[in-house]
């Protein structure tokens, strides 16, 4: 292989993940992400930042236990979640010196479960040019909700037959690194981050691409951390089925 072809190939990728009070569900997570990060190749090196925000429980903790050397964790009290997306994007992209175009920042949730082939499809796109994706999500339980909530679930969370469909969800969004700065990056937002910045990114002319291919799974509490997040708009189905 030429030298040419071998930077061609060398990606850099942080893994990003928001987390508050998820002893719970956060180790699952990690171990999930850990799983992604051992199928990509030897031209892409990673790293797992996790940013424990105002939390009470042994979250910080569990993290920096699971990781060890492969990641790091942060702890902050920024409150907003687009403001803890952003501490862990900025601690990223200050203590490397990777090429912005040649690193892609992959987010995801603590309550999340990613596939094992989550990093490598994200670095597939980013490798054809694409500057941001829009992954889609399903519900591991509806055990909270009333009976007829997965039915209305699903028939409601629209995905076109091609597999491209509207949902934008930090749980599941990846984005280029010069394309994140260029669009200003997260906004600090209390909830609708994702969607704020990925409007930028249209703005801008990014090339993006939305596909159910790429699907993480989220818990289906009906409590969540984020007003008016995902939780809530899960939940608000139990009133439509009322």
């Known amino acids: 292989m030429t030298e040419s072809a071998r930077r061609a190939l060398t990606w850099h990728i942080s ?8 002893e719970c569900l956060l180790p699952r997570c990690l171990k999930s ?8 190749d ?3 090196t990673a790293e797992i930042i996790v940013v424990a925000d105002s939390s009470t429980d042994r979250t910080a903790q569990l993290a920096a236990g699971i990781l060890g050397k ?3 964790v942060l702890l902050t009290t920024a409150g907003a979640a687009g403001s803890v997306r952003a501490v862990a994007a900025n601690y990223a992209l200050s203590r490397n010196k990777h090429p912005p175009g040649k690193w892609w920042l992959a987010n995801t949730d603590a309550d999340c479960i ?4 989550w990093l490598m499809e994200q670095l597939r796109l980013a490798r054809e040019g694409v500057e941001a994706f829009a992954g889609t999500v399903s519900v591991d339980s509806f055990e909270e909700h009333g ?15 091609d597999g491209s469909h509207p949902h934008v969800h930090g749980a599941n969004l990846g984005v280029r690194a010069d394309s994140y700065l260029n669009a200003g990056g997260w906004s ?3 909830t609708g981050e994702d969607r704020d910045l990925w409007n930028r990114l249209v703005a801008r002319g990014a090339k993006l691409v939305s596909t159910a291919r790429i699907e993480v799974v989220t818990s289906g509490r009906r409590l ?18 009322a």
């Open 114 to 117: 990613v596939p094992s082939g």
């Open 147 to 161: 009976p007829q909530v997965p039915e209305r679930f699903r028939t409601s969370y629209r995905i076109a037959s």
């Open 70 to 72: 492969r990641g790091n």
């Open 33 to 40: 992400v850990l799983s992604a990060v051992s199928r990509l």
């Open 224 to 241: 969540g951390r984020a007003p008016n997040g995902f939780a809530d708009a899960l939940a608000a189905h139990n009133e439509a089925a």
């Open 42 to 44: 030897e031209f892409t």
């Open 15 to 22: 893994v990003l993940i928001p987390a508050r009070d998820e």
């Open 188 to 190: 600090p937002l209390q």
